[in-house]
């Protein structure tokens, strides 16, 4: 398990941790039986496309993608040439309506990682075919700690939190210090019942430029 490296000197400790100990364990049992999403190589994707000191916002998932080829290590991202899952594509909707811009014809967020949007699931692996597969096996003990690092250590960081799972997690943040932004998950079953409208694209630019810091560039 390699971490990138400014990541790694905020969170490192956590590897010496005995819950990481158990689920290394259960990462080598589950691999050597079963097929895991994303590929070891792209577990900590997010970390690696987003330093600790390049993270300008936070959008939070619960788990990978479960379907083939789908999963690369991002929230809410696919590879290319993969079917946009819904929830991406309301997201793409509501940056339409928001920001005006044009939905790609592609699901890859690589494109916000670089620049500064941390798209980080809880669980960073899963079984094919099988959502929720790996939770509460010690992700989330990792994860939660980047959170936490990232509202210990910086200011001024946009938090953006979509459903009931994601918004849990602003009990680790420091609202002092950063802006949290909530809304339902844009789920076609939840999308209707505020995302659609909660405009937090242009809200994290806005409270960017208060800050003095550059603004996102959400085009794709």
């Excluded at 690696?48 to 300008?56: A, D, I, W």
């Excluded at 379907?67 to 594509?89: C, D, K, Y």
């Excluded at 950063?178 to 809200?203: D, E, N, W």
Aim: proline letters at 6%; aromatic letters at 12%.
């Amino acid at each position: 398990m390699a971490l990138e490296t400014s990541w790694f000197n905020r969170i490192g400790g956590e590897f010496e941790k005995p819950y990481m100990a158990a689920l290394r364990e259960f990462l080598v049992a589950e691999k050597g039986r079963k097929t895991i999403y994303p590929r070891p190589s792209e577990w900590f994707k997010a970390f690696e496309l987003t330093p600790f000191e390049s993270v300008k916002a936070v959008i939070l998932g619960q788990d990978p993608y479960h379907g083939e080829n789908q999963a690369h290590g991002l929230a809410f991202s696919v590879q290319r040439g993969v079917a946009i899952p819904p929830s991406l594509i309301n997201i793409y909707q509501e940056m339409k309506t928001d920001l005006g811009l044009n939905p790609p014809n592609h699901g890859n967020l690589t494109a916000w990682a670089q620049n500064g949007v941390l798209l980080l699931n809880a669980t960073l692996t899963v079984e094919a075919n099988r959502a929720g597969s790996h939770q509460m096996k010690g992700w989330e003990s990792f994860t939660d700690a980047a959170i936490a690092a990232l509202s210990r250590d910086r200011q001024n960081i946009v938090f953006m939190l979509w459903g009931s799972y994601a918004i849990k997690k602003q009990a680790l943040i420091d609202g002092k210090k950063h802006l949290i932004l909530t809304a339902p998950h844009p789920s076609p079953l939840s999308a209707y019942r505020g995302f659609f409208g909660c405009r937090h694209f242009s809200r994290a630019n806005g409270y960017l430029i208060d800050c003095g810091a550059k603004p996102i560039d959400w085009r794709l």
